[in-house]
């Protein structure tokens, strides 16, 4: 009778062991099956950027190639390039429109052999190789929208207009030959020109480029619809849906008086009052494994703005549909901005820029993802 226990006990231990083995089997073949929310997102990277030599004056974007932080400098009219432990490495430019100049750098990406800003104030992309060296110059910004490099090729997602007054909103512009065209609309502009409400909330996007170039994909900024193009700009699918965080933009008395008063103090402050009233997206990663999607929003109960990832697959399924960046979001800004950029691979950066303190703090953060 012992014997027969014993090996009774032995029988349902090998079975655990067994169910065991099967279990650490499916987890290293499916490991992001297992993963909690907390486990995809993992902060691995914080420093703030010194301000001691050049202070930053108003960033507009952000770039991550090799060691090096690239950050454009509106109105100093440069563009700040920083170690990864935020101290400042050197500039590159200075105020003007000549060689080396800008008036307004504003976006920012490094590709393909290639370093390209948009002077917003000349309404330009400015093409570089890679020690700052002009290749080319050319006009097609009408707002300054993020874009990318492919090759010969800037793929944006500028609302434009063409000479018989049609409008779209993405371009794929062809730099190869003397002069830069226009070889593919993307997407056409839907509303119409009385439609002020709409125009005005559906003016900014965002795109990016998987790192094999197959897939290009588009976002608005006032509601997660995103849309998926080949790398020739035809149109493939539209999917997303604004997750249950997420406040749809209304018309408030604050959004009226912003539109009356415009840049007036008044107005001003009315239109901050009014944007921390809903809900944007604030950038588009193509990772290795999907698609990462900033969205950030003001907490009215601890008085400060909130930053959440969600992540799609490539084909439209939805795997996150929010992360919230405990570490990001200060309560002593009522203004903050965050500039998003990732390595296209399994990293998500993000500059944190409160500029409602005195110094203004630049943060930046380097995120792991983990789909």
């Not at 063409?162 to 003397?178: L, P, T, W």
Request: glycine share 6%.
């Amino acid at each position: 009778m012992i014997e027969a226990k014993e090996e009774g006990r032995f029988i349902v231990g090998c079975k655990s062991i067994k169910f065991i083995a099967i279990i650490s089997a499916i987890i290293l073949i499916f490991p992001r099956v297992f993963l909690s929310a907390e486990d995809k997102v993992t902060l691995i990277l914080k420093f703030q950027l010194d301000q001691t030599k050049q202070p930053l004056m108003r960033p507009g974007d952000i770039e991550v190639s090799g060691e090096k932080l690239f950050v454009t400098d509106r109105p100093s009219g440069n563009i700040k390039i920083y170690n990864k432990d935020g101290t400042l490495d050197s500039t590159f430019g200075r105020k003007g429109a000549g060689p080396g100049e800008f008036t307004s750098p504003n976006y920012i990406e490094i590709a393909d052999g290639k370093i390209c800003v948009q002077d917003m104030g000349q309404l330009k992309y400015i093409i570089f190789d890679e020690n700052f060296n002009e290749i080319t110059r050319f006009f097609f910004l009408m707002g300054a929208d993020p874009f990318v490099i492919d090759d010969n090729r800037i793929i944006n997602c500028e609302y434009l207009r063409r000479e018989d007054d049609k409008e779209f909103v993405g371009a794929i512009i062809d730099f190869s030959g003397s002069k830069a065209k226009i070889i593919k609309e993307l997407r056409p502009y839907p509303y119409s020109k009385d439609d002020s409400w709409n125009r005005i909330l559906s003016m900014k996007h965002f795109i990016d480029i998987q790192q094999d170039k197959k897939y290009i994909y588009l976002v608005d900024e006032n509601k997660v619809e995103i849309y998926k193009y080949n790398r020739e700009g035809e149109f493939q699918k539209k999917f997303g849906k604004n997750p249950n965080y997420f406040r749809v933009a209304q018309r408030t008395s604050d959004y009226e008086t912003y539109r009356k008063l415009g840049r007036a103090p008044e107005g001003i402050e009315a239109g901050r009052r009014w944007s921390r009233t809903f809900s944007r997206v604030t950038g588009l990663s193509a990772l290795a494994n999907g698609l990462s999607l900033a969205i950030e929003n003001f907490d009215h109960n601890e008085q400060k703005w909130e930053l959440y990832l969600s992540f799609y697959d490539f084909d439209g399924k939805l795997l996150e549909e929010g992360i919230k960046l405990k570490e990001v979001g200060s309560p002593l800004a009522e203004d903050e901005r965050f500039l998003i950029d990732s390595n296209n691979k399994d990293c998500v950066y993000i500059l944190e820029c409160n500029e409602d303190i005195d110094p203004p703090q630049y943060t930046f953060y380097v995120y792991k993802i983990n789909l």
